[in-house]
Each structure stands twice: as C-alpha cells, then as structure tokens.
C-alpha cells in the first residue's frame, strides 16, 4: 500500500457543486496533515492545515479521520477559480527529531461552467 | 516580503551538461527541500537539509548534488549521471519546530534537456 493515496480524478463538477476529496494514509503514526493547492505549472501552496476535530475555512472544509486514517477535503458552492490539483500532505515523526512530510500526488478538479 | 526564490524559472540543458538551480531564502527558515515533479505526477523528494553544513537524501537522490553552506541557499546541481532530468524542480523551506508542513515553496525551475 502507497503511503498517501489520493484518487487523481479528474473531478469534473459544474459551478455550485459541493465536491470531496479523500487521501488515505498508511503511517498509523502520522500526526500532522494539510491540503495544498496547485495550479497548473505553478508551485503547490499551503490551503489549510487539518486538525482533528475538522475545521472549515469559508466553502472548505477539512476532516481527519484517524480511525480509518484518511483526511478529506470538501468545498461547498464550487467556483471556477476552484479549478487546480489539490495535493494532501501527511507528516510523520521519524525519529531522531526528523519529520517525514509525504505528498500525496494530488486530486485534479476541473470546474465547469 | 519574505519568501523563496528560484532561479531560473526556465534553464535547458545539453546532454552530458551539469546544471545548478538556484533557491535562496529570506525566512530565517532552517530547513529546506528540493522536490521533483514530472507531469501528472506528486513531488518526490530529492535532498533535503535541516541545518547549514548538513544535507541527507531523498528518494530520488541519484545524479544530483547539494550544497548548504549558508542558512539562506540550497542550490542543486543536476548532473550528467542523471539520465531524465526533464522536469519542475521546486524548492521549499519550513521554519523549525514540529514540521509542522507549513512548506513554502518558490515558483519553480522547469529544467528541458535538449
């Protein structure tokens, strides 16, 4: 099993949708999660983090379920500018006083008009 | 403003030819990363540093080489012994503490062989 696994989609959602993303993690130790967003031919950059009792930010909201190890990302009332590759990233402690930060390789959306 | 700079944003390199991007940073962040990425694919890691002096591999450390002699500059050569370096290189620091994934990145170097 792949240590983060997202479904690489494309998801492809008319504007106003609610959509979800989930990432599944394998490390039962990993103790720090965020959602990125990439667009097209730029760098990743940070969306939210995900905290354990799930937190939103205005149409987005992120979940952490440990039991089943998998975050969730999912936006409400879907824009265009929604459009991009959102990537999960799952940190680990590795011993030592080192972190294992792993990507996900990213769910793309494609909103539609 | 703080942040992550790259450079190039576009470099192309002949076969055979050694090629160092450059990233610097004014975040007074300890650590620092280089990451790979080819089309449709996630970022692989390829050096990452904690500490000025001190650099360790990634997962797809072969055919590139690093330097981290000031806190601020992590370049990365991409050398001849690798055979497919066509892709977006990024680079990205996090301050110090828990790794607490609050990466920054810099807006990339897309590297061509030609």
């Known amino acids: 099993r792949k240590e983060v696994e997202q479904d690489p989609g494309p998801f492809n959602v008319p504007e106003g949708a609610t959509v979800a993303f989930n990432c599944t993690y394998s490390n039962s130790a990993s103790q720090s999660f965020f959602w990125y967003r990439q667009d097209c031919r730029k760098e990743p950059k940070l969306l939210m983090s995900v905290y354990s009792s799930g937190n939103e930010d205005g149409r987005f909201t992120a979940q952490l379920n440990r039991a089943s190890q998998y975050i969730s990302l999912l936006i409400r009332d879907s824009k265009l500018s929604d459009s991009a590759t959102y990537l999960c990233?799952?940190?680990?402690?590795?011993?030592?006083?080192?972190?294992?930060?792993?990507f996900g390789k990213g769910t793309k959306l494609s909103v539609i008009p | 403003d703080g942040g992550i700079t790259q450079s190039p944003k576009y470099l192309f390199r002949k076969e055979g030819q050694n090629v160092t991007l450059s990233c610097e940073q004014n975040?007074?962040?300890?650590?620092m990363y280089w990451y790979r990425q080819d089309p449709g694919q996630g970022l692989r890691l390829i050096y990452y540093?904690?500490?000025?002096?001190?650099?360790q591999k990634g997962d797809i450390a072969e055919g590139y080489s690093v330097s981290r002699e000031k806190k601020e500059s992590f370049p990365l050569t991409v050398t001849s012994a690798q055979k497919n370096p066509t892709a977006f290189y990024l680079c990205?620091?996090?301050?110090?503490?828990?790794?607490?994934?609050?990466?920054?990145f810099g807006s990339g170097t897309r590297l061509t062989v030609v």
């Open positions: 975040l007074n962040h300890d650590a």
């Open positions: 990205a620091s996090t301050p110090p503490g828990r790794g607490s994934g609050g990466y920054t």
């Open positions: 990233v799952v940190i680990a402690y590795s011993g030592a006083g080192s972190y294992q930060l792993t």
């Open positions: 540093s904690q500490i000025v002096n001190d650099f």
